[in-house]
């Protein structure tokens, strides 16, 4: 019978593509998953656990102590040396950093780009009533509202 460890490692690709920062590949989980595809799943201690939080466990003899964060921004990756024990601030900040996170228009809500919310502003500031823009970009003016007080946007 097969060990936890065996179990687990049996589930790993060792050959995934070389990251060009961290110079080493990335070990793939090819098992099952969770979360639409996006993180590994392993059946441990009495449950479904991510891949790269079983990884850490395995190597560390304990599970992060904050987020296990992906050094190489691939989530199926189990490699430990891509793997850091830090904030969920620290990975949101990294995404920002790296052009991952999904603001603006990147976001699967954005009813609205960049340009056009340069232009919206400009045109509130030049005194547009925000009703009317609302109607011709085909959102509620609430969306409006929020792209030119910066509660939406605040990056542009």
Known sequence: MKTITERFWAKVNKNGPIH???RTRCWLWVGGTQ????????????GSKRAHRVAWFLTHGEFPKKNN?????NSL???ESH????SQRKNVRDAYDRGLSRRGSKHPLA???TLQVKRIR???AAGDAKK???REYGVDPKTIRSAVNGTSWRHV
Do not use: K, Q, T, W
């Open 69 to 73: 964060l992906h050094r190489c921004d």
């Open 20 to 22: 060009p920062i961290l």
């Open 132 to 134: 009317v823009l609302a």
């Open 111 to 113: 009813r609205l780009n």
């Open 77 to 79: 990756c189990v490699r």
């Open 122 to 124: 400009e045109r509130i």
């Open 35 to 46: 979360v639409h595809g996006r993180y590994g799943a392993f059946s441990f201690m009495g």
């Open 83 to 86: 793997l850091e024990d830090d």
